[in-house]
């Protein structure tokens, strides 16, 4: 691939020092670095290359490619575990530039795990939902909400009505001990999305993908959210409603999860 790489060496995580010429699309993807291993690398790659082709970007990555470049990263920056963000530039349907570099991480306490976390529901809709391409206006307004309520992550509710996704998580709602998630057209195919789906095949645990609304929401027993930095993540509360952190389905998926990616808490 023919463009300019740059790999930063900016650890302890701050904001990223690159900043390519106005009027580029930017394809981006944010990778978990454990002790040296990347979780779901082959996943992540498969992604970037799914949301070039989506939109209309020639890119063609490769693992082991990739891999050298986290590497280096790795090396230049002297760390072991944190989050990375890949990021692709592109103009007139090619990658211009490419940056890597570690952003500030919040993985989730001992307690959110145990107790949920709070969330709340945010008007929104994504303007290519499968493509993992950025939406400044979007995540700007999610962070600030998130800010001003003291939250962990906003839940999207299509202008329709029906709930798609987290900010930056895939949201899962328990009932009767059936797992309900929005189709994958209305989101994007997360990796973690990808092995709760897999795990509620191995598990036998029913799934039903449909547009739920909100008021299907308020009626559900459970609620997580699923993603890199949290894992499987129960959820408290939703606005001013409660679910049940502690539901067994939920408790089964976490670790089952745990064991398939070797998440550490």
Do not use: W
Not at 166 to 186: I, W
Not at 215 to 229: K, N, P, Q, R
Request: aromatic share 8%; net charge neutral; hydrophobic share 40%.
């Amino acid at each position: 691939m023919l463009c300019h790489t740059i790999i930063i060496n900016n650890h302890p995580a701050g904001a990223a020092t690159f900043a390519p010429p106005s009027g580029h699309g930017l394809l981006y993807e944010v990778i978990r670095v454990t002790g040296g291993a990347f979780l779901f690398l082959n996943d992540h790659v498969d992604r970037l290359n799914n949301s070039a082709q989506l939109a209309g970007v020639g890119l063609a990555l490769s693992a082991a490619d990739v891999r050298k470049q986290l590497e280096q990263l790795l090396q230049q920056n002297g760390v072991q575990t944190g989050n990375i963000r890949m990021e692709y530039y592109f103009a007139a349907g090619k990658v211009q530039y490419q940056a890597a570099y570690f952003i500030p991480h919040h993985y989730p306490s001992g307690q959110d795990y145990r107790e949920g976390v709070k969330t709340s529901l945010l008007v929104a809709e994504r303007i290519r939902p499968n493509a993992k391409i950025m939406q400044p206006e979007l995540r700007d307004t999610a962070n600030r909400i998130i800010a001003e309520k003291n939250l962990y992550e906003v839940i999207l509710v299509h202008p329709d009505g029906y709930i798609t996704e987290g900010s930056r998580s895939t949201v899962f709602m328990v009932k009767d001990g059936t797992l309900y998630t929005a189709p994958e057209a209305d989101v994007l195919p997360g990796i973690t999305r990808r092995y709760v789906l897999r795990i509620c095949r191995d598990l036998s645990i029913a799934l039903t993908e449909a547009r739920i609304t909100t008021d299907e929401l308020y009626g559900m027993d459970a609620v997580f959210i699923a993603g890199t930095s949290p894992g499987v993540l129960p959820v408290a509360l939703v606005d001013a409603y409660r679910f049940d952190p502690a539901n067994a389905t939920v408790r089964q998926i976490m670790k089952k999860y745990d064991e398939l990616s070797g998440f550490d808490r």
